[in-house]
């Protein structure tokens, strides 16, 4: 079993910056691509960003150059650097894994708030 928990998210002002984290363990022989997803309410789930195991990333129109994700492989953690936040950044933003643990498979953080204040 694989377990993914964020951490960094909050409350900040517009324009501000958050580094979100995602650390995940349990018996894992390998992770794909990490990514980051979010949810604002009243929307549809929403891809942020992606990174693979060799570093290739990807983003989303709305975020791009504003947020950087990056990932340590050696301690099986995703982050997400989001800089010059705006007011519709706002909303639980999830971290997602593709990873082996026996078989390979999807798996999901419990989220993290993101409130950003105008």
């Known amino acids: 079993q694989v377990q993914l928990v964020e951490s960094g998210g909050g409350l900040v002002q517009a324009g501000g910056s958050l580094r979100l984290s995602c650390a995940a363990s349990?018996?894992?022989?390998?992770?794909?691509?990490m990514s980051w997803y979010r949810q604002a309410p009243g929307k549809q789930r929403e891809l942020v960003a992606y990174i693979t195991n060799t570093g290739v990333t990807k983003y989303a129109g709305s975020v791009k150059d504003r947020f950087s994700i990056s990932r340590d492989n050696a301690k099986n953690t995703v982050y997400l650097q989001m800089n010059s936040l705006k007011p519709e950044d706002t909303a639980i933003y999830y971290c997602n894994a593709e990873a082996y643990s026996g078989s390979f498979r999807s798996y999901r953080g419990q989220g993290t708030q993101v409130t950003v204040s105008s």
């Open positions: 349990g018996s894992i022989s390998s992770i794909n691509v």
